[in-house]
């Protein structure tokens, strides 16, 4: 496999349209804030130092990509296969991190703080020196991972509205199956 080398965003965007494989290419230092990358195979890709400052990464493979050093500040990461990949002193401040898969992956160093995570497997995963500060989580379980964060962030509540919501769905569905009964009779 070749290494593709892009020098610009503009490069990255052009070889988006190109197609959506990135694997292996090398996007090291690159300024891609704000960029939108879904469905792409970014397998084994080089963004170590890529600025992803409130990008979206949402259903790609980006198993065994270098992100050490890069920012993703406020960034949203979704249904993303992360895999064995190192995000090694990366910054996540703020970012949201949903249903993603980090098994295996090395987060040594990374600053989580203010991060929202939700159902996101760590499995494996390195959580040594993470800074956690104001992060919240759900559905996620820290004691699979191989090093777990010194502090655990805070569990995010289920939404009180939820049960209510259901609640009133089914006193409508009686009330409904009541009132179609009354008019049968009519």
């Not at 080398?5 to 694997?23: A, F």
Request: some cysteine.
């Amino acid at each position: 496999m070749s290494v593709r080398e892009y020098e610009s965003r503009e490069q990255v965007v052009e070889g988006l349209h190109r197609g959506r494989d990135l694997s292996g290419a090398d996007l090291s230092g690159l300024d891609l804030s704000g960029i939108t990358l879904k469905g792409f195979n970014m397998e084994d890709a080089n963004l170590n130092n890529a600025n992803l400052d409130g990008a979206v990464l949402a259903a790609s493979n980006m198993a065994g990509v270098d992100l050490s050093g890069a920012t993703l500040n406020s960034a949203r990461i979704s249904a993303t296969n992360m895999g064995s990949a190192s995000l090694r002193g990366v910054q996540m401040c703020g970012a949201t991190i949903n249903d993603a898969n980090l098994d295996g992956a090395d987060l040594t160093g990374a600053d989580l703080s203010g991060s929202s995570w939700f159902d996101v497997n760590v499995s494996r995963a390195d959580l040594t020196d993470v800074r956690t500060t104001g992060a919240r989580a759900r559905g996620v379980n820290w004691s699979q991972a191989e090093v777990p964060p010194a502090e655990i962030p805070e569990p995010i509540p289920a939404r009180p509205w939820i049960p209510a919501l259901l609640a009133g769905i089914g006193l409508m569905f009686v009330a409904t199956i009541i009132l179609a009964g009354r008019r049968r009779r009519a």
